[in-house]
């Protein structure tokens, strides 16, 4: 009597849901509560890729590269 479990991953199906809308909404919320916590100059944007949806924070003006350089800002709000 074998015990071994096999799952097999629908690859399609995964690439699918990465890629839904939903989960892109999801990623831009996390990266919107970043940039609230990152404070003023720091801004999101969303792209959904070939295989899934991302979102990211970057500092958009002078002073929050600075601010970022100096503090690391962005990763601290990432915690």
Not at 51 to 74: E, G, Y
């Amino acid at each position: 009597m074998s015990n071994k479990i096999r799952v097999e991953i629908n690859r399609a199906g995964v690439r699918e849901l990465l890629r839904s809308q939903e989960i892109s909404a999801i990623c831009e919320a996390r990266a919107q509560a970043i940039s609230a916590r990152c404070g003023r100059g720091y801004e999101v944007s969303t792209y959904t890729g070939k295989n899934r949806a991302n979102a990211s924070v970057h500092a958009a003006t002078p002073k929050a590269r600075r601010d970022n350089i100096k503090n690391n800002t962005i990763l601290k709000a990432t915690r």
